[in-house]
């Protein structure tokens, strides 16, 4: 069906958007409502199957289905394809839940799931065969295959597509009461087996599966095809712009030929191209490899794409939906760089995220000079742009904590941190200066003798002298040790999916583990809370901290790599 060009354009500023950058799916929903279609409605739906976690690519969908219903005035449901048991479980229906409420999806009362549909869907059925629009088949699914032809060569009918319409009403009724067995028969849409689109070479509507199913039990053993599922669910409804990606483009014509056979509510779809992104892999099979196969450690490890992976990651909710936002909507496939999504999340925590201080690789600092047993507290702001972040206390006393990479004995020029007879501004605290490097047998540093400047409380210099270095610190007898994981990328190559086998592009350096020293504030941290560790990247605090001892997820680096491809590229 085609739009009303006549008909008056509605401004995308009316809808919150700028009107320069508004896509061709929100063009379209704007002049089917002006023009009354749908009777000005919008309803959209996210139909996720639960045989999986979400991943980024369903983040796309999610913002989408769920965005436009919000800009528009209009609804968007959570449903449920639940039409392959086999495959289906209860957790992974309360993962999705959970996961598209963090993104912000709110379907009030409309979740729905395809298996309460399923006798709406056996009546259609029934209904195909008595218009002589389905048949059943006992061809195997090889067989199926091997009709079908190619897209040079026509199909080849069935031998048994000419069946009367009493004998596959019979068969099919008797497919329904478990007569047969799983792959013997299935029930076909008869419409044309020379057809240009090969999708519509007489599709399989139903299959026989004798498995229980999650929700409904051993009640059917015949499940329907997600194409015929889909449209039917999308009728029953009422959605009006049913949103997919490009892979059912060709499956739209058959979308439209059950619904317009069956003279049902028509809702229109729409194909929009995928998630791709670098570095990763967003298919479902293979995420599910990976857990099953314990490359990982879960659905949601921290490396996974997955959403659950990226919330314990702690990549905020409002990342995602502007990364999803600059990538925009297209007609075809593109590939994303990874360094796009990390650009997103970094700009929301440096914004957001309260600054404290961590040691990842401690090295032993005694101030001499420092009164022994004497400790004192500063107050330091959470965010030094944003006063509304408050503040909070930390104390210093004569042993400290400083990074090993703080200090060299040998510095290069221009270094401007901690080396023998140098100065340096400990953040918020003293000026300290470098007397003495006690090493190890191999030669390795063990421990910094210093000195520091009482007159320079703030790491205010008193006399006016220069001092360019400023590093952090944490008091050695107040730090809260904890369990520092650095997250990489999961795979080394940019594009997993072409190598033969994607496992072998996996990063042995994905995680690496660290003993760190923090802040005694992060201990009343809530896990999930995002922070900067001052200097050294955004950390989140994760599920397996206790009070003894934290755990804390590297969610970013402070290297901000898309800034630097988009001024190599001159900003293209």
């Not at 020293?517 to 001052?534: M, N, R, T």
Request: charged letters at 25%.
């Amino acid at each position: 069906m085609t739009s009303d060009s006549s008909a008056p354009q509605t401004t995308a500023e009316s809808h919150g958007q700028d009107k320069a950058g508004v896509d061709f799916i929100r063009t379209r929903i704007m002049q089917d409502m002006a023009s009354g279609r749908y009777g000005g409605r919008l309803h959209t739906r996210f139909p996720p199957e639960p045989n999986g976690y979400l991943h980024l690519g369903h983040a796309k969908s999610i913002c989408l289905n769920f965005g436009v219903a919000s800009e528009f005035g209009g609804l968007c449901n959570l449903r449920f394809d639940d039409t392959n048991p086999a495959k289906e479980e209860t957790e992974y229906v309360d993962a999705i839940r959970e996961d598209v409420r963090w993104l912000g999806g709110q379907w009030d009362d409309r979740q729905f799931h395809a298996s309460d549909y399923f006798a709406h869907f056996y009546a259609c059925a029934e209904k195909l065969i008595t218009l002589g629009k389905a048949y059943v088949d006992d061809l195997s699914a090889d067989q199926i295959r091997e009709y079908r032809g190619t897209l040079t060569e026509p199909g080849r009918e069935s031998p048994w597509r000419n069946r009367s319409v009493e004998e596959n009403l019979d068969l099919f009724r008797r497919m329904r009461a478990g007569e047969f067995a799983d792959g013997e028969r299935v029930l076909r849409a008869k419409i044309d087996m020379a057809a240009p689109n090969l999708v519509m070479r007489d599709p399989t509507l139903y299959r026989i599966r004798h498995a229980a199913h999650h929700r409904t039990g051993t009640d059917w053993c015949i499940y329907p095809m997600y194409d015929y599922a889909h449209c039917l669910s999308d009728s029953l409804e009422g959605i009006t712009h049913s949103l997919c990606t490009l892979e059912f483009v060709n499956n739209r014509e058959l979308y439209d030929w059950i619904l317009d056979t069956l003279d049902l509510y028509h809702p229109q779809q729409i194909e929009f191209a995928r998630l791709n992104v670098t570095h990763t892999v967003l298919s479902k099979r293979k995420l599910i490899q990976l857990v099953s196969e314990g490359h990982v450690s879960g659905w949601d490890d921290p490396r996974l794409p997955t959403l659950s992976g990226l919330r314990r990651r702690g990549v905020p909710p409002e990342a995602l939906h502007q990364f999803c936002r600059r990538i925009g909507l297209a007609r075809a496939d593109s590939v994303v760089e990874y360094a796009l999504l990390e650009f997103c999340i970094r700009e929301y925590l440096n914004a957001h995220a309260p600054r404290v201080m961590a040691v990842l690789d401690p090295l032993k600092v005694v101030i001499e000079n420092y009164p022994e047993g004497q400790m004192e507290e500063f107050d330091m702001p959470y965010h030094p742009e944003d006063p509304a972040y408050g503040s909070r206390t930390v104390p210093f006393a004569r042993e400290l904590y400083i990074e090993r990479d703080d200090f060299r004995l040998d510095p290069p020029k221009k270094y401007h941190r901690l080396s023998p007879g140098a100065e340096v501004r400990l953040r918020y605290a003293y000026l300290v200066t470098c007397r003495e490097a006690v090493t190890d047998a191999s030669g390795r540093v063990t421990e910094l003798r210093c000195v520091y400047d009482p007159e320079s409380r703030g790491g205010q210099s008193p006399d006016g002298r220069k001092v360019k270095g400023t590093i952090h610190w944490v008091s050695a007898a107040h730090a809260l040790p904890a369990d520092i994981r650095l997250y990489g990328q999961l795979f080394a190559a940019e594009n997993p999916s072409a190598s033969q086998n994607f496992l072998d592009c996996l990063n042995p350096a994905s995680l690496t583990l660290a003993s760190g020293l923090l802040e005694p504030a992060l201990a009343s941290l809530e896990p999930g809370k995002c922070v900067q560790f001052e200097r050294l990247g955004y950390f989140c605090k994760d599920k397996d901290s206790s009070a003894e001892r934290a755990v804390f997820n590297r969610t970013v680096t402070l290297r901000d790599t898309w800034a630097k491809m988009e001024k190599n590229a001159g900003g293209q």
